[in-house]
């Protein structure tokens, strides 16, 4: 990956729309994946990487980094190359260009939390859950959509969180709220239940 280095964690862009046929009996089907308006046909090679650069899931639902050198190790070097043309993957480091390029959508429903456990929120099928998390993160996977790119939904959600009366840094300081949302986005993208976009401009 061009400026970056290989052991540099790396993440998927891009929401799967799934397969596409064009219907001639000759033409293979593509895995089509939209990116901002945008959508990028993908042959099998190049989606099994992006779908790898999602991650999986241990044995303890903790999702090990996806790192650029693993990705090419894997699926070469001109597989990797083209994603990042397409801007299909990105990656982490450093944070701050990460965040004002990118924005976070969600793509599953949300489950709310439990008696058990009010601090903690779940999100995907209905009766069948699919990630859990803090409740600031919750609120940032619930409301990040509507900011023009995820440093702009941290900043938007610390200030709100201030206004609420709320001390804790972790929910007031934006540099620290977009630290722990990078450390969660593994495990929202691996199950699914989020997915990154490209900064939106127009919104606000």
């Known amino acids: ?3 970056v280095d290989g052991g540099t964690q790396v993440l998927p862009v891009g ?3 799934g397969v596409f046929h064009v219907g001639d009996g000759v033409t293979a089907p593509v895995q089509q994946v939209r990116i901002g308006a945008d959508i990028v046909d993908l042959d099998p090679v190049r989606f099994a990487a992006w779908t790898a650069a999602h991650g999986v899931p241990s044995e303890d639902g ?3 980094s996806v790192t650029a050198d693993g990705l ?3 699926h070469g070097e001109e597989v990797v190359a083209d994603l990042v043309r ?3 993957l990105t990656a982490v480091d450093p944070a701050a260009p990460f965040a004002e390029g990118h924005r976070l959508l969600p793509l599953a429903q949300g489950l709310g ?3 058990e456990y ?3 929120f779940s999100v995907g099928l209905l009766y069948q859950p699919l990630a859990v998390m803090t409740g600031a993160m919750y609120d940032l996977w619930q409301w990040g959509c509507l900011s023009p790119d995820l440093w702009s939904a941290c900043a938007e959600a610390a200030e709100a969180a201030k206004q609420a009366g709320s001390t804790e840094d972790e929910q007031t300081d934006p540099a620290r709220m977009l630290a722990g949302a990078i450390g969660v986005l593994p495990q929202l993208l ?3 239940v989020a997915c990154l976009d490209v900064r939106i401009e127009g919104l606000s």
């Open 15 to 17: 929401h799967d729309l």
């Open 190 to 192: 691996a199950a699914r």
């Open 72 to 74: 090419r190790a894997e």
């Open 86 to 88: 397409d801007r299909l």
């Open 118 to 120: 009010p601090w903690m």
């Open 113 to 115: 939390n439990s008696p």
């Open 1 to 3: 990956m061009a400026g």
């Open 62 to 64: 903790s999702v090990p």
